[in-house]
Nanobody, 116 residues
Framework: QVQLVESGGGLVQPGGSLSLSCAASGFSFSRYVMSWYRQAPGKERELVAS????????NYADSVKGRFTISRDNAKNTLYLQMSSLKFEDTAVYYC?????????WGQGTQVTVSS
């Protein structure tokens, strides 16, 4: 059974930091492109960052470049998102995604709220 379980969300003040994790199971994690998406209230889900299956190659939304860092540990089947200099507009539900050309899996999401 495929599972993607996000953790680490919460309430943080503007300018603060937060680290998200996504524990994967039930599929060959190292073969999948792994990504973080987010969806704010009333908005469409958007790509935040992605990382190639072998690691190394990353892609970031312009709005998070220089503030967020995606990483993965293929030995632990875990994806990470380190977020710093958080802004009000980073408030959203953050989702972990795993995909290949054939398969596409989603986690349930974790809420990140940036508020003073």
């Amino acid at each position: 059974q495929v599972q993607l379980v996000e953790s680490g969300g919460g309430l943080v003040q503007p300018g603060g930091s937060l680290s998200l994790s996504c524990a994967a199971s039930g599929f060959s994690f190292s073969r999948y492109v792994m990504s973080w998406y987010r969806q704010a209230p009333g908005k469409e889900r958007e790509l935040v960052a992605s990382m190639a299956s072998a690691g190394g190659t990353t892609n970031y939304a312009d709005s998070v470049k220089g503030r967020f860092t995606i990483s993965r540990d293929n030995a632990k089947n875990t994806l990470y998102l380190q977020m710093s200099s958080l802004k009000f507009e980073d408030t959203a539900v953050y989702y972990c995604n795993a995909h290949t050309t054939l398969w596409n899996y989603w986690g349930q999401g974790t809420q990140v709220t940036v508020s003073s």
